[in-house]
Structure formats: structure tokens, C-alpha cells
């Protein structure tokens, strides 16, 4: 892993290419300058705790914005190759700087795909990394708890074993102030159910480290063949009953509310729960 040369607290250089973190202001754009990354020094501290010991070789993201984690991830960990998958159209800066500097000889790009095409996901870790071991997904894309979802149950078994798996940005809607996806169910959800895979199957996933801002997701070096994995087949249910309002146990929630009420808030319960049902 290569030294990150901090000028200031937004900005770093790293192998003469220069880095400006953007993260609380999406209007910036890579430019002949610099590139940016959505990401700050403690996110990227993070990182280099997770990763110091053993550099990652091969990487696939979701969510590529203006190339700053391909830049980065390829230059700083020294990768073979850096997939990045975005739904969006290409940044028109980011490429030409592709063309120019020696990394981008090690990054392809997919544009305009789906997190959740699985057949495309599938063909595109097939057409680039072939029998090469994929050591690290990252999910830094829609940041929505379904599509997420959904993305680790496609991503998470190309993983090798004893691969990495990272959800980033999962407390949105726990941060100070957070207006971000108002009545949408939390990431934080997903990063619940994937503690109690962890609890359920140690042979999936040996260990979840998680950061204010990113979960790591440590695939078991034992894990097996994980064709058709689903996510709600694969941990014991216990504890449900905090998962999201729109994927809530409700008869769950009413039962362990009604142990610790009395009649007249049991009655003001089976109100709220029927509309709940009626929303559902």
C-alpha cells in the first residue's frame, strides 16, 4: 500500500495525481486539475485499517461517479485491475484521464448498468476477471435499502473466500440532521440482517467490521458454492422484527409490544398496526 500525501483535510496527492474529497458537495467535478472522490480522510483511514496487512489485487465497485475510487483504489493498493459499474453516463474528465495516465490501463468502466442486473453483473466479473479471485465488492451506488439488497445477494457470493464486501454510507438515516431519502426504509437495516447472517452462518461470513460510515463484510476463507444465494433464506429470524417499516414482521412487533403495554395502549397499538398492514 503507497503513502496518501494530505496537503489539507480536502485535498491529497497519491503517485503525482492529485485527489480533492468532495463528499458533502456532489456539484464538483474531476477536471485536467484534479480528480474528486466522494469520500473524506476518515473514510479513506477506514480503509487503510481494513486493508493495511493484506492489499487487495482485484476490485469491483458500484458507483463510480467521477472516477475518484478507481484512481485511488488502483493507484494507493497498487491493483491488477478495478471494475467500476455505474447506472450513470460517463465522466467525460474521468475517461480522458484514463487515456492519459498509465492507471487507466488497469480500470474498466460499465456504464448505464444496473446495480441489480445480475445476468450483466455476472457476464461482466466473468468477461474481466475470468478464474482471477475477485478480493473486494463495494457498494457505494443507489445507497437504497432494496437495491442494495439485492446487489449484495448478486455480488456477494463472486466474492472469493475470504474476500471483502463493503456497504458504504449505510447511516444516512442516522446522520445529524439527515433529510436524505425521507420514508425510505434505512441501510442500516441491511447492515442488521447481515449481522445476523454472520450470527446464523459462520461459514458465509467470519467477520463484519463496521466504521460511522462503512460496514466490511469478510467472507468466510470456508465458504462454498453460493449459487442462488437469498439473503432471506439464509439467517434465522429472530430479531426480524427490527427490520424496516416496509419489510417489518408486524405480527412480530405487536407481540412484543403487547408483553410490555396495557388495554388501552394495546388498543391504540392494533389501530396503528392495521394501518401499517393497510400501507403495506
Known sequence: MKTIDWLNEREFTLDGVKFYCALDDYSQKTNAARVVILKDRGSLEAYASVFADAPPRSMLEFGIFQGGSPTLFSLWFELDKFVGVDLSMPALAFETFCRSHEVGRRIRSYYGTSQTDQERIEQIVRDE????????????????????????????????????????????????????????????????????????????????????????????????????????????????????????????????????????????????????????
Open 129 to 280: 476477471f475470468g478464474d482471477t479471485p475477485l478480493d473486494v465488492v463495494i457498494d457505494d451506488a443507489s445507497h437504497q435499502y432494496s437495491l442494495s439488497r439485492r446487489t449484495f445477494e448478486i455480488a456477494f457470493p463472486l466474492l472469493r473466500p475470504g474476500g471483502t464486501y463493503v456497504i458504504e454510507d449505510w447511516g444516512w438515516a442516522h446522520w445529524p440532521n439527515s433529510d436524505v431519502f425521507v420514508g425510505e426504509t434505512a441501510m442500516s437495516m441491511l447492515v442488521m440482517e447481515i449481522m445476523m447472517l454472520c450470527a446464523s452462518r459462520s461459514d458465509l461470513i467470519s467477520e463484519l467490521r463496521v466504521f460511522p460510515s462503512f460496514a466490511f463484510i469478510r467472507k468466510s476463507p470456508d465458504a462454498t458454492d453460493m449459487s442462488n444465494f437469498s439473503l432471506d433464506r439464509a439467517y434465522a429470524k429472530r430479531g426480524i422484527e427490527l427490520v424496516g417499516l416496509n419489510h417489518t414482521n408486524l405480527s412480530g412487533v405487536a407481540r412484543l409490544l403487547r408483553e410490555h403495554v396495557g388495554n388501552r395502549a394495546r388498543q391504540e397499538l392494533q389501530r396503528v398496526v392495521q394501518l401499517l398492514r393497510r400501507g403495506n
